[in-house]
């Protein structure tokens, strides 16, 4: 069975000069990005050299939820158009020349928190993961997440009940309004939720992602590497 050992093998080739090696990580919601580049970030700090990995999200590079209501596409959090693109962009350009600023996004509070932005250096290998990814971003390679979306669903709405269960006990979180709310109620909203917002994001603006990456990784419904298909050699 391939691994992330071998993910990042394949990815470290990429790596022709001193420069910084950005590397994109998109999919769908709850697909696991965030698991996999923090277990890519280990295995690539470990080859030889020891090279120094940062790794950012996308979200941080979301309007904020007072923007998105003004311009009426709160409800479309996620798609293309609510994401500050040129923000995104100039971050990865700065990162390969000097320190960065990146902004946070709290999960919790389902906004930009300015308490999480944080400045990294310079690193050998910039690890950006999310949504909003693609050959317009300025990326040395670009990873595609894939999975059946029967499972992105199921990991959609396990992800939301957790949030709701820590919402309970914190009235601070987005979640906290539904803490009332039957568990299977907030199953059926999370899967409404799914269907109406992230599922056709998904088949409009994610998956078509798929066909232009470098690399395309193939998960199993238990999260397991089924394959990791280099693009550049099927392309070759």
């Known amino acids: 069975m391939p691994s992330v050992t071998d993910l990042a093998l394949t990815l470290w080739r990429r790596k022709r000069d001193s420069s910084t090696l950005v590397i994109g990580l998109t999919g769908g919601v709850a697909c696991g990005k965030s698991t996999l580049a923090t277990a890519l970030a280990g295995e690539l700090a470990v080859l030889p050299g020891r090279p120094q990995v940062e790794r950012i999200g996308t979200d941080g590079f979301l309007l904020s939820n007072a923007t998105l209501s003004q311009r009426g596409v709160l409800e479309r959090k996620g798609f293309p158009e609510t994401y500050d693109r040129p923000a995104l ?119 078509p992602v798929r066909a232009e990456a470098d690399v395309v990784v193939r998960k199993a419904a238990d999260h397991r590497l089924l394959a990791i298909v280099d693009n550049a050699d099927a392309r070759a």
């Open 89 to 207: 962009n100039g971050a990865l350009r700065q990162a390969r020349l000097g320190p960065t600023l990146i902004p946070g996004y709290s999960h919790s509070l389902y906004d930009v928190d300015p308490g999480l932005a944080r400045t990294i250096a310079r690193p050998d290998v910039l690890i950006v993961e999310g949504l909003g990814l693609d050959r317009q971003v300025p990326l040395d390679a670009l990873v595609y997440l894939d999975a059946d979306q029967a499972d992105q669903k199921v990991w959609y709405v396990a992800r939301f009940l957790e949030f709701w269960e820590l919402g309970r006990q914190d009235s601070h979180s987005f979640y906290a309004r539904f803490r009332e709310m039957e568990r299977d109620a907030v199953a059926a909203l999370a899967a409404m939720v799914w269907g109406q917002v992230n599922l056709p994001n998904l088949t409009a603006h994610i998956e």
